[in-house]
């Protein structure tokens, strides 16, 4: 009986009414984190207690930590459990507290919402919950550090990978602690000089961390220094990591080139000027090259991104470099093969003879559009040629011009197979030639022939021999021939065959 009245004690009216209220929910919340606190920090947990004392306990704790986990989105808080609040929706037995609890959150329109996003992300609440809450930890421990730490990353690699599969709001501790520790961070490095001091890598996180959490105070402040620190250091930094991507190429150029590393850094330099054609340039230059020729060699679509990350790179790079026109020369030779490969592709599609493919192609748009594109791609190659026999005369007056310059060369993998087209061009003249035929017949049929000189017109006028025949003679024959010709036919005939 005394068991029972703890429990009708703690889930009194006072705390029901709470939960049918929704601007009294965070009383009820605040009740329910001071007996967890009480209940897990001062050991009631652990207390030798009679079965029925523990287990009127344990109803009055799985009610709380249910309550809490659904009020708060952050995992764990306060001693609160995802999976509690679960069981206490999916409570069946006979405890009075319990059961009242359970029809409050789910008759209560107020709490539906909260409800539902519990019972559909809880599970990975649970799961990440104690790995947050030691993050959340260790960087507000660690808040005033002004070097780089391991947890410092770790939370923001959590906040980007987690933050979809979680409660709006569940990751606002660990934020807040994120936002100070950047912002420490950030007044740390706009002192430094010396680049080569910094790990670039940790330039990103911290510009990652600032941009993302500019909801907190200060934070806002912190970026605008940061980035006009970074801005004024932009060469500097844009040669070191060049530098520092290089040498991992170079010490694995299997694993290719990462794209979308050296986007960023591109990004974070796009206005920065004389940025230097350092051996890691030239060096990055070869490993774009390798990339863009590894998907042209095997007649694959060579991705935008790689294609625009390029023409970022040679833009910002060698800008003023004498090779500069020929860099690009190449570039835009890459783009036309790829004009050229992604209509050949669609062209093929349409059948699978030139036959089939031509009776496909109304009007012969797609084929214009292909043998528009050879021509394109044909003039790039001119071009490109042009330009080469320039610049090799240049490097050879020059006995320090770079060979990885003249090594981005797309000429040799780019030519067109003169014959590819043969079969389509042979078969479009030859429909083209059966149109002419076609129409010819169909001009035949619509003017009597009246044009050949033994069916003319003109043998129908009857006169005496040797005399002229008279104006009003030729009006009359020709007006009662040309009733029988077929005027609109013959004009769009002599369209179709004029186009």
């Known amino acids: 009986a005394l068991a029972e009245s703890i429990v009708d004690a703690f889930g009194n009216d006072a705390l029901l009414n709470m939960l049918r209220t929704e601007d009294q929910f965070t009383h009820a919340a605040f009740v329910c984190e001071a007996f967890l606190h009480k209940y897990q920090k001062e050991g009631v947990k652990d207390l030798d207690l009679p079965p029925c004392y523990k287990d009127s ?5 799985l009610a709380c930590s249910g309550i809490l986990a659904i009020y708060t989105p952050i995992p764990g808080y306060g001693g609160s459990s995802a999976g509690d609040a ?21 008759s209560t329109e107020a709490w539906k919402k909260a409800v539902m996003e519990t019972l559909a992300l809880g599970a990975v609440a649970v799961k990440e919950g104690p790995r947050l809450r030691q993050l959340t930890s ?45 912002k420490v961070l950030a007044r740390a490095y706009v002192q430094v000089t010396d680049v080569s001091t910094i790990d670039v890598k940790d330039l990103s996180l911290i510009s990652y961390a600032l941009g993302r959490l500019l909801q907190f105070e200060g934070v806002a402040d912190a970026k605008r220094c940061f980035d006009e620190w ?14 520092g991507m290089a040498q991992r190429y170079e010490l694995n150029p299997e694993a290719g080139l990462d794209i979308a590393e050296l986007l960023g850094v591109l990004k974070k330099v796009q206005n920065a000027k004389d940025v230097p054609v350092t051996q890691p340039a030239l060096v990055l230059l070869g490993a774009l090259r390798a990339a863009i020729a590894h998907k042209v060699v095997k007649q694959e679509e060579v991705p935008t991104q790689t294609i625009s990350v390029c023409e970022s790179f040679l833009k910002i790079v060698f800008a003023d470099h004498p090779g500069q026109a020929w860099l690009q020369s190449q570039l835009e030779l890459v783009k036309a093969v790829e004009v050229r490969r992604m209509r050949l592709s669609a062209w093929m599609k349409l059948g699978q003879s030139a036959e089939e493919r031509l009776g496909h192609d109304q009007k012969t748009a797609r084929f214009a559009g292909l043998l528009q594109a050879s021509g394109q791609l044909e003039k790039a190659a001119k071009d490109a040629a042009k330009l080469q026999k320039k610049l090799e005369a240049e490097a050879k007056d020059d006995q320090n011009f770079p060979d990885a ?20 061009v042979g078969a479009w003249l030859k429909m083209v030639k059966q149109q002419l035929v076609d129409a010819g017949k ?18 129908q006028i009857q006169t005496p021999d040797n005399e002229q025949p008279s104006f ?12 029988d010709l077929d005027a609109e036919g013959l004009a769009a005939t002599l369209k179709d065959m004029l186009k």
């Open 472 to 483: 009003a003679k030729v009006m009359e024959v020709a007006g009662s021939l040309l009733d």
């Open 57 to 61: 306990y344990q109803a009055i704790r």
């Open 86 to 106: 679960a069981a206490l929706l999916q409570y069946n037995g006979n405890n009075s507290l319990l059961n009242a609890v359970k029809r409050l959150l789910t």
């Open 442 to 459: 169909r001009l035949s049929e619509q003017c009597k022939d009246f044009h050949l000189p033994e069916s003319s017109w003109k043998l």
């Open 138 to 182: 260790l960087v507000e421990e660690r808040k005033d550090k002004v070097t780089m730490t391991d947890e410092f990353a770790e939370g923001l690699d959590c906040l980007r990978n987690l933050s979809s599969e979680l409660r709006a709001g569940a990751m606002e501790e660990l934020e807040n602690a994120l936002a100070q520790r950047a």
């Open 230 to 243: 970074q801005g004024g250091l932009a060469q500097a930094l844009c040669s070191q990591e060049l530098q």
């Open 405 to 424: 310059i003249l090594e981005f060369n797309f000429g040799s993998l780019t030519q067109p197979d003169s014959d590819e087209l043969a079969t389509e």
